[in-house]
């Protein structure tokens, strides 16, 4: 099942994507007599699937205007250098354990919006990263790798950005060059693990203007995403709602009037314009 949340005259609400369009919660439960909320993170929360799409009466796609699935992640964890061309890139070394650090909430925007690049005094070296995100679903702490399936509600596309020239003065700034306002997006949907029949066969790509700046695929990650959220349940509660993103290939370098766009066959896209 692919869930999205969207505004449609003035309202926000949560809807199931479809061949059609979009179908909405709210019509869903009338009817199905159901009662799923009409809020992403609440299903996700308390894992009650939308009923059967068929019959409601679906939104056209240009109808809507997609939102963040929602608005602050419980957690929101980012790996860096977990592809080898990445860290060729930015002439780093991969680490032995997952790269792991976290973003503020504040530094989100809306799928489809715009990146503002920061006053150059502060930075002017900025690159965007699409990624893919795995979604949890569940409660959990010092999971077996067996258990890690039952704990992913599903998989996002995401856009990373960083802050080169800051990180570069010390790796220790790293959180500093992450989390400029506009730093950091996810959606607009959300697929539900059961339809990704093996997330390491997914190609990640971060397309640039009107090319492609880097692809590669999951199964050649340092850390596959069923180890990330293995290795995190470790250090600290996995709670619904909690967000891993989970590397880029390569990510490219952005300046005003650019457009960018994560792209995961199979999960989504995401896109951004930078000013």
Request: hydrophobic letters at 40%.
């Amino acid at each position: 099942m692919k869930l999205i949340r969207y505004k449609y005259q003035d309202q926000i609400h949560t809807g199931v994507v479809t061949a059609e369009g979009i179908a909405p919660v709210a019509a869903i439960n009338a009817k199905l007599g159901t009662n799923t909320p009409d809020d992403l993170l609440a299903i996700i929360q308390s894992g009650e699937l939308p009923g059967s799409t068929v019959g409601v009466t679906t939104l056209a796609f240009d109808a809507v205007v997609p939102v963040l699935p929602y608005d602050v992640p419980p957690k929101i964890w980012c790996i860096g250098l977990n592809y080898k061309t990445h860290a060729e890139d930015i002439d780093a070394v991969q680490p032995e354990e997952p790269g792991s650090f976290m973003k503020p909430a504040s530094c989100m925007f809306q799928p489809g919006g715009e990146i503002v690049l920061p006053p150059s005094e502060f930075s002017d070296d900025v690159d965007a990263e699409g990624e893919l995100g795995v979604v949890i679903g569940k409660k959990a702490k010092h999971l077996t790798m067996d258990e890690v399936p039952g704990v992913i509600f599903g998989y996002t596309t995401t856009l990373d950005l960083t802050a080169l020239d800051v990180l570069k003065k010390n790796t220790r700034y790293l959180t500093r060059a992450k989390s400029f306002d506009t730093f950091f997006s996810f959606g607009p949907v959300i697929v539900t693990a059961d339809e990704v029949a093996d997330v390491n066969a997914l190609e990640v790509i971060t397309e640039h203007n009107d090319g492609i700046c880097s692809r590669d695929f999951v199964n050649h990650m340092r850390h596959r995403p069923y180890e990330l959220v293995r290795f995190h349940s470790n250090y600290m509660t996995l709670y619904p709602g909690d967000l891993i993103s989970t590397g880029c290939p390569k990510g490219a370098r952005i300046k005003a009037g650019d457009r960018v766009r994560a792209r995961i066959d199979g999960v989504g896209t995401l896109s951004a314009t930078v000013r």
